[in-house]
């Protein structure tokens, strides 16, 4: 089946080390995102890639980071992980961005700092 | 700026009882809507969309939902529960291409056996 991977499940950092965390697609998607989902709270957007064109939300911290090397890949760097960065990190793909178009979202990546 | 609205953050019902969770939505133009559910310590699945046509759209696992454009309301709703609905649920709102999503606060479901 076609999906979104993400790893690993759970990550676990220690204040300030820097972390990855790792998303793939089966889907050939586009358009690849990463959301950062506090308990009890909503998903929020950090930022998001139209193929090769990065976009940052106006407000995500510059301590977030992304890459995306190819289609199929996208990671999100943490240089300097706080302890309010310990949130559920979710990947999502779609075919556009926006419109009528639906965002699927791998399972999530549970990160703890230390 | 678009925005959503679930009024409900917690919501128990029986099991075997009728569910509807509100949805209330802000935006200028012909809005894309969608309902997310999300199980512990899981991602978001989609539950169902509406992008045009019947206002009256099926879902996954028995949900239905029903637009409505003169209450901008997007209400999730299905006719008996199972204590495998306990979950988070999401509404969100997209719009025009090049406008992400925008996500409600969520709604989370407890099933009393």
């Known amino acids: 089946d076609a999906m979104v991977i993400q790893n690993p499940r759970y990550q676990v950092t220690q204040f300030g080390k820097p972390v990855t965390l790792s998303c793939s697609q089966t889907?050939?998607?586009?358009?690849m995102y990463w959301y950062q989902q506090k308990s009890s709270q909503a998903p929020k957007l950090l930022f998001h890639?139209?193929?090769?064109?990065?976009?940052n939300e106006a407000d995500t911290p510059d301590n977030f980071q992304s890459r995306r090397p190819n289609t199929s890949f996208c990671f999100l760097d943490i240089r300097s992980p706080g302890l309010g960065d310990a949130a559920m990190y979710l990947c999502?793909?779609?075919?556009?961005?926006?419109?009528?178009?639906?965002?699927?979202f791998g399972p999530g990546t549970r990160l703890t700092v230390l | 700026a678009q925005s959503v609205t679930q009024p409900d953050i917690h919501i128990t019902v029986s099991e075997g009882a009728s569910l509807e969770l509100r949805c209330n939505y802000s935006?200028?133009?012909?809005?894309?809507l969608f309902w997310y559910v999300q199980s512990p310590g899981q991602g978001l699945q989609l539950l169902l969309k509406?992008?045009?046509?019947?206002?009256l759209v099926q879902g996954i696992k028995g949900f239905e939902a029903e637009f409505k454009r003169s209450q901008s309301s997007f209400n999730l709703r299905k006719p008996s529960v199972h204590w495998s609905d306990a979950a988070e649920y999401f509404c969100?709102?997209?719009?025009?291409?090049?406008?992400?999503?925008?996500f409600g606060g969520g709604t989370r479901l407890m099933v009393k056996p």
């Open positions: 999502a793909t779609s075919r556009v961005a926006g419109g009528p178009d639906t965002q699927y």
């Open positions: 889907l050939n998607h586009n358009v």
């Open positions: 890639y139209y193929d090769k064109d990065f976009n």
């Open positions: 935006y200028g133009a012909t809005p894309y």
């Open positions: 509406y992008f045009s046509g019947d206002t």
């Open positions: 969100a709102v997209g719009g025009n291409a090049g406008n992400m999503l925008t």
